[in-house]
């Protein structure tokens, strides 16, 4: 079982279509990241949330958007998306603001038609 | 930039055998950090090691910093079928930044 928790576990969508991808974590950790990894590859970072404000992002198309609600809540707002986005969209927490262990959530599998 | 590098990038071996993974930076490391991903599954932090040589124990598994805090290795002792997936390391750098490695995958032959 997984502390983080991601919604949905799949998605399907086609490129003029908008969607967002959630995630939420009650273990009271400050920050937040979304990774992107494709397959037999390492995760790749997109965003890093500490205490909820944008710390990092690693020169992600605009395509994709993060938001950071509140300390629990993390999601990626997804719009006009190519076919090369396919991937498996990783969530994690950590208790320290950066660089400290990371939870991962099971993560949500996405396919752009 | 800063790089992680992680060899081999894959591995057999016979069940019972032992298995090696090791890791190169570029650059001094503050810490370093172990990740499993078992296949379709997401990383799951193993352990964190900050100090300059330390070693550290999990079951089977040993893992290793070294000395300049540039490398580090993640050796299993008599493999097991429960031990297949993909090992990552991670290593912070000092603008806490996170880069992980292309990790190894392990295979095991019954």
């Known amino acids: 079982d997984t502390e983080v928790t991601q919604t949905p576990k799949h998605l399907v969508m086609g490129m003029t279509n908008k969607k967002s991808l959630k995630c939420e974590q009650h273990?009271?950790?400050?920050?937040m990241y979304w990774y992107k990894q494709k397959a037999k590859k390492p995760p790749e970072l997109m965003f890093v949330y500490s205490y909820e404000k944008l710390s990092i992002n690693e020169s992600v198309p605009s395509r994709f958007s993060p938001e950071c609600p509140n300390s629990s809540l993390l999601n990626l707002h997804l719009h006009a998306l190519q076919p090369e986005d396919s991937a498996l969209y990783l969530c994690?927490?950590?208790?320290?603001?950066?660089?400290?262990?990371?939870?991962f959530g099971d993560g949500t599998r996405l396919s752009i038609l | 930039g800063q790089q992680v590098m992680q060899i081999p990038q894959y591995q057999h071996v016979q069940e019972g055998e032992d298995f090696t993974t090791y890791c190169n930076s570029s650059?001094?490391?503050?810490?370093i950090q172990w990740y499993k991903q078992r296949p379709g599954g997401h990383p799951v932090f193993l352990i964190q090691?900050?100090?300059?040589?330390e070693v550290k124990k999990q079951k089977r598994l040993t893992f290793q910093f070294g000395e300049a805090k540039k490398n580090s290795s993640l050796h299993i002792t008599a493999t097991q079928t429960t031990d297949v997936g993909t090992y990552f390391c991670a290593g912070k750098n000092r603008d806490d930044k996170i880069i992980f490695g292309k990790g190894t995958r392990l295979h095991i032959l019954p």
């Open positions: 650059t001094t490391l503050s810490n």
């Open positions: 090691l900050v100090k300059s040589g």
């Open positions: 994690a927490s950590s208790q320290l603001t950066r660089g400290g262990p990371q939870h």
């Open positions: 273990m009271g950790h400050r920050a």
